[in-house]
């Protein structure tokens, strides 16, 4: 039992020496693709994401990066990331007019798994000399309510956040994390900062996805008077 709390707080304290120093690689992606292909809105119908909510079931552990790059983010500070991915990514879907569409997004966390190399025990008893290797795999589910009308066909659009990562005692850690999808980050900091930035655009194309799976006409017709 003393042996292997030895173990334990050896690689917790390798953990935090390496989180401290930031000798990281990362490649972090998701599987969806950008909105396209689909029934195009009419020109004078847009959007306003006029509301978040995040929901973590306490049955769903978390790993990895934090799911938007920020620890403990709160509703608002999620929405107003998908407002700003939303105008630079799609202008002509997304306004902040007072007579745009509001929508309530709601994004679920429904599912995590984790896998470290099979060179782990290795790595541990080099000090990480040799890098710690490690992939997780976050699954999400993106849902739309209109507040202003009730829309049938609101369907649900479900994507995976991958993430693998290999950190080094030493600068081994910078060496960029071979194959695979996904944008290349350096250290943690740049690693929060672009899951930030992956979670926002695949949330904003699952909202214009779930938007276009409605005839263009639906919106048309319940469209605000200006």
Known sequence: MSSSRNVLSVFVVIAAVMFAAGCASYRIGTNLEPAKGMAKLPPEVRFQIASVTFV?????????SPDFGVYQPDAEAI?????TAGRKHYPWVFSDLPHAIPLEVTITRKGYAS???ADACVSCLTLTIIPLRSS???DYEVSVTSIAQPVEGLMTVEFSREEANWMSILPLGWIPVPGGKGERAWGTDSALKKTGEIMSRSCVDAIV???RRVEPEVWQAGYPVK
């Open 56 to 64: 973590a079931p306490t049955n769903v552990p978390a790993g990895g």
């Open 79 to 83: 929405r107003e990331m998908l407002v």
């Open 115 to 117: 896998t470290a190399g």
């Open 136 to 138: 997780d795999k976050t």
């Open 209 to 211: 996805k779930i938007i």
